[in-house]
């Protein structure tokens, strides 16, 4: 069979999001999250430096130096590595430079030999005073004991986190395996449908190993009991053709002996529908086990060699049983299968239908049955291709017919519609293809 249309691009997508592919995006948010986190770290603590700390010294510095000059009106103005003073009053008249001389008191940075320093002016009565403070150098003793250190620790964030993303890897690592022979593993193909795990390494007593022992043990016990399905469906299907044989052999010797009577046609009928299952559970069983051969078909003609077989059983059940062809359809197939799938929807019409006629329609891409019988309310078409279920208007099968129908169409991939109302009829149809 050919895989559904996009399945390609389905089991791509899966990849894309599979749980590596998380485990990875969720390690990278995390490191660019804490570079981003540390990023503002630094810029926001640069400007609490600048804006508060080194301005509230600053303030702290000309108070200071203020108290000093009160007592002492030739004290001198601070001159160290980091922080020069000049003054402005009647008696001092430090050399300013002009940039500064023309700027408002306060706190400010300003671009002067060619350098940015932090400039803190303040008046004290007739006196001007300037503190000029060249934060280069502290910015040089800062790197050296606060980006360093930090840059040590992101470091080491980045490389366990880098280690965690591995350990996480190589733990999730079995998980994605098993997903990937999972996923290509080919469940219609009984030959193929258990998967080989032997590939899977998981380390002793992880979940991933629990995890592939359950699954193998419960492959072994799933194969074995679909094994021996389909090893009962054959042995059964096998054994109850000779019985049904030697039943119709003594019908047909019971008909010549006292004539065509209307129970004997009734139990004919029935004959014919045993048969009829027996050879579509004989089918069921053998294309689980090996491909059917597939042929070019024209659906017109199976379904007037449909009518011919089934017109008998139609009349007697006074039905009239008619093709109606619409346009001329062609399907590679296995004429065996479209048979016992047409052949099962319209005996399923003629029990339901009581009296009218039942249609066989051959449209574009798709082959419908309709009939005029009673119908069926929402209940009973919920339980409509439900096993061993019948509408309460059947006068006859088994309520396998259209179950096996639906389980024949899934395996080859076709479409199953039941549409019916109640005094209406039914119409099933059978869609081959998009």
Not at 394 to 419: K, N, P, T, Y
Request: proline letters at 5%; one cysteine or more; charged letters at 25%.
């Amino acid at each position: 069979m050919k895989p559904p249309a996009g399945s390609g691009d389905t089991e791509k997508g899966m990849a894309r999001k599979g749980v590596q592919h998380r485990l990875t995006r969720v390690f990278l948010i995390q490191i660019l999250f804490i570079s981003m986190a540390t990023v503002f770290g630094v810029w926001a603590t640069a400007q609490i430096i600048e804006q508060v700390l080194v301005k509230e010294a600053l303030i702290k510095e000309a108070e200071h130096y203020w108290s000093l000059h009160d007592r002492d009106d030739d004290f001198p103005r601070p001159n160290t590595r980091h922080l020069l003073g000049l003054l402005e009053d009647a008696d001092t008249h430090d050399p300013v430079p002009p940039v500064l001389a023309n700027l408002p008191d306060g706190y400010q940075r300003v671009y002067l030999d060619g350098e940015n320093p932090i400039v803190y002016i303040e008046h004290h009565g007739e006196a001007r005073l300037y503190l000029i403070f060249d934060e280069q150098r502290v910015s040089v003793l800062a790197f050296l004991f606060g980006i360093l250190p930090l840059t040590a620790v992101l470091l080491v964030i980045y490389l366990t986190s880098f280690l965690g993303w591995r350990k996480s890897r190589a733990l999730v690592s079995p998980l994605v395996k098993l997903s990937e022979i999972l996923r290509h593993t080919d469940v219609d193909d009984p030959s193929q449908a258990r998967p080989n795990l032997e590939a899977v390494e998981a380390e002793p007593g992880s979940e991933a190993a629990v995890l592939l022992a359950a699954l193998d043990a419960y492959a072994d016990r799933l194969l074995r009991f679909v094994e021996r399905e389909r090893q009962f469906t054959r042995d059964a299907s096998h054994e109850l053709r000779t019985p049904l044989a030697v039943f119709r052999a003594n019908l047909e010797l019971l008909a010549r002996q006292v004539g065509d009577r209307p129970i004997i046609g009734r139990m004919s009928d029935t004959v014919d529908d045993m048969e009829s299952l027996v050879e579509t559970l004989l089918l069921l069983a053998r294309t689980e086990q090996q491909p059917v051969q597939e042929e070019e078909l024209v659906v017109n003609d199976v379904a007037v060699n449909l009518l011919d077989r089934l017109q008998p059983l139609a009349e007697r059940k006074q039905i009239r049983l008619q093709v109606r062809q619409t346009a001329l359809l062609t399907l590679h197939a296995s004429e065996t299968v479209l048979n016992i799938v047409l052949t099962n929807l319209v005996r399923n019409a003629i029990n339901y239908s009581g009296s009218g006629h039942v249609t066989i329609v051959v449209a574009d891409n798709a082959i419908h049955v309709e009939d005029t019988g009673a119908g069926m309310d929402a209940e009973e078409l919920a339980r409509f291709l439900k096993p061993f279920e019948r509408g309460t208007s059947s006068e006859g099968g088994h309520g396998l017919g259209l179950a096996i129908v639906q389980r024949l169409c899934e395996r080859f991939q076709w479409s199953l519609d039941v549409a019916s109302q109640p005094g209406k009829g039914t119409e099933v149809r059978v869609r081959f293809g998009d």
